[in-house]
Antibody, heavy 118, light 111 residues
């Protein structure tokens, strides 16, 4: 079955950087686009970024463009999100999720909490 | 791009039917048949229950029904059951804008 497991979250100071990862299994990772979606405490979902199946195309939400970088290593079935210049507004649980047929986000990991605080 | 608008809460008794609305604009819901719905129990990951307006993934109960009219999508849950108590989020794929926009979320309570 499809499994997505995020890691790398934690507490980071404002202005600093953090990289979170997502290990995928149970499907052919290199066949699917992958997303990051975040959820601030007690609030709703916010789409963050998408990377195409081969890593050639990347898309970002306006709120993170220029600060966050999505990437993938298909040889290791792993998705990454490099987050720079972090601010309090970036505090959230970060979910990795699988994309399907462009329009669908079908499977989600359990998420990793990133807390930006001094 | 603003989040799609959902009611904050909807409630119903076991066996009843409830409907959650999701209102967008002519740039997202009104422009494409790419509306999805997600169920999220507290502390858990979201689970896809409807995609492309009215399609159910394998394993999702046929008590979940999705539809759309103009700029508003709807999720109806028939025969409400205790395990349906959760948060529900709509989303729209908008290839000419922010790509994906989510709704504000609706807490469903089974009385």
């Amino acid at each position: 079955q499809v499994q997505l497991m995020e890691s790398g979250g934690g507490v980071v100071q404002p202005g600093r950087s953090l990289r979170v990862s997502c290990a995928a299994s149970g499907f052919i990772f290199s066949d699917f686009g992958m997303h990051w979606v975040r959820q601030a405490p007690g609030t709703g979902l916010e789409w963050v970024a998408l990377i195409s199946y081969d890593g050639s195309d990347k898309y970002y939400a306006d709120s993170v463009r220029g600060r966050f970088t999505i990437s993938r290593d298909n040889s290791k079935n792993t998705l990454f999100l490099q987050m720079d210049s972090l601010g309090a507004e970036d505090t959230a649980v970060y979910f990795c999720a699988r994309g399907f047929a462009n329009s669908i986000i079908d499977y989600w990991g359990q998420g990793t909490l990133v807390s930006v605080s001094s | 791009q603003s989040a799609l608008t959902q009611p904050a809460s909807v409630s119903g008794s076991p066996g009843q039917s409830i409907t959650i609305s999701c209102t967008g604009s002519s740039s997202d819901i009104g422009a494409y048949n790419f509306v999805s719905w997600y169920q999220q129990h507290p502390g858990n990951a979201p689970r896809l229950v409807i995609y492309d307006v009215g399609n159910r993934p394998s394993g999702v109960s046929d008590r979940f029904f999705g539809s759309k009219s103009g700029n508003t999508a709807s999720l109806t849950i028939y025969g409400l059951q205790p395990e349906d108590e959760a948060d529900y989020y709509c989303s729209s794929y908008t290839p000419r804008n922010t790509l994906y926009v989510f709704g504000s979320g609706t807490r469903v309570t089974v009385l």
